[in-house]
Structure formats: structure tokens, C-alpha cells
């Protein structure tokens, strides 16, 4: 049973436009959340976090939205850069100190 | 910032034999290390939590015989894949937590490719 889903396994952009990538979970006990970034053959990058008690987190043109009654979270990036085609893992954890639960990924491509 | 090395980033051995991956904290103390696991278009799977001076705890499912994890000091875990098989061909990835950006977050090596032929 996967508790952090990422249903879409790849998504196509074009430059300058927004990129939004989805995440569910189904643990009810998860309260903190991360983004990854991965290249190929390289490990995983942070990006950005949010913790349960917030709904919004901005980091430069990184938005994370926390939806807790949905159990849903979303990663924006705007404007989409052609240097952003990479693979984004989401990531849940209990307290935060608990190990990470990682989604399958979204690979994105920004097309110039 | 903090960083995770790992070495070797790739190997290619054959099967029976013993592999070891190295994953060191270079400029921070680490107690606690993770191995992930990764298959081609799957997630990382965590495999195990290394705790230096103690044993390792492992995720169900996962051979503490055949994954032989070792967190000698602060600053360095191994994990020795023992008697290798092709099926146990993947991407090894360690980590160890670090504050970055104000958060409390898991800091990735850059991954050991492993290729059992």
C-alpha cells in the first residue's frame, strides 16, 4: 500500500509557464512534507519543505500548497526553466524525524 | 552546506561476489544514516537506518545478512551487498538529516549505480 502517491508520472511544460506537480498521501500521521529533485544518476536534491501546521511555503519561484483535509500537496514552479527537467519526488514523514516515505516521482520537462 | 559523499557512484561486479558502498558526512557529524534503494522508474525505497556504534535497523522485508550495514564513526556508514546476485542490480542511495533552509531535511549522496552481471 503506498502511502505517498504521486499519480502523474511525467508532465510537459513550456518555458515561462507554471508547473504544478500533485501529491496525495493517505497517512494521517504524516505532518511534514518535502520536495525532491533528481537528475539522472545523481541522488535527490531538496528543494523545498512544509509542515503540517502551515497550508503555503515559498522558497524564489518554488510554491509548496499543503491541503491537510484532502491529504493533498502541490509543488508550483513559476516560471517554468528548461533547467527544472528533472524527476521531483515528494516525501512524507511522521514528526519529522521519522524516515521518508517518497512518491514515485513526476518526471517534468520544460520545453524551451 | 552540508554534504553526503558516496563512492564508489558505479560498480559492475559479478554474481557471488561482495560489494561494498561507502557513505561518508564531510563536513558534519551524522549518528544516524539512511539507505534508500532505487529501481529504474520506481521510488526510493528505504532499506535501512544505520546508528553509529549500534546495529542497523532494517525495513521489512530487507536481509540484514545479505545488506551488511556498519556505522563504524560519526562520519561514515557502509553498506556491503554479500554475495550478489543480478536481481540486487540498482541505484544505492545514503543520507543523513541536516538543517537546510530552516528545516529539518534528509541530505542525499549522489548515489552508487550497482550492476551484477
Known amino acids: 500500500d503506498q502511502q505517498v502517491k504521486q499519480n502523474s508520472p511525467s508532465l510537459s511544460v513550456q518555458e515561462g509557464r507554471i508547473s504544478i506537480l500533485n501529491c496525495d498521501y493517505t497517512n494521517s500521521m504524516f505532518d511534514y512534507f518535502l520536495w525532491y529533485k533528481k537528475y539522472p544518476a545523481e541522488g535527490p536534491t531538496f528543494l523545498i519543505s512544509i509542515s503540517s501546521i502551515k497550508d503555503k511555503n515559498e522558497d524564489g519561484r518554488f510554491t509548496v500548497f499543503l491541503n491537510k483535509s484532502a491529504k493533498h500537496l502541490s509543488l508550483h514552479i513559476v516560471p517554468s526553466q528548461p533547467g527544472d527537467s528533472a524527476v521531483y519526488f515528494c516525501a512524507a514523514s511522521e514528526s519529522g524525524n521519522t524516515p521518508l516515505v517518497f512518491g514515485k516521482g513526476t518526471r517534468l520537462s520544460v520545453i524551451a | 552546506g552540508a554534504v553526503v559523499s558516496q563512492h564508489p557512484s558505479w560498480v559492475i561486479c559479478k554474481s557471488g561476489t561482495s560489494v561494498k558502498i561507502e557513505c561518508r558526512s564531510l563536513?558534519?557529524?551524522?549518528?544516524?544514516m539512511f539507505w534508500y534503494r532505487q529501481f529504474p522508474k520506481q521510488s526510493l525505497m528505504l532499506m535501512a537506518t544505520?546508528?553509529?556504534?549500534?546495529?542497523?535497523?532494517?525495513e521489512q522485508g530487507v536481509e540484514k545478512d545479505k545488506f551488511l550495514i556498519n556505522h563504524a564513526s560519526l562520519t561514515l556508514s557502509t553498506l556491503t551487498v554479500t554475495s550478489a546476485h543480478p536481481e540486487d542490480s540498482s541505484f544505492y542511495i545514503c543520507?543523513?538529516?541536516?538543517?537546510?533552509?530552516?528545516?529539518?531535511?534528509?541530505?542525499f549522496g549522489a548515489g552508487s549505480r550497482l550492476t551484477v552481471l
Open positions: 544505520s546508528n553509529e556504534g549500534s546495529k542497523a535497523t532494517y
Open positions: 543520507s543523513a538529516r541536516v538543517q537546510a533552509k530552516g528545516a529539518n531535511v534528509l541530505t
Open positions: 563536513d558534519f557529524q551524522a549518528t544516524t
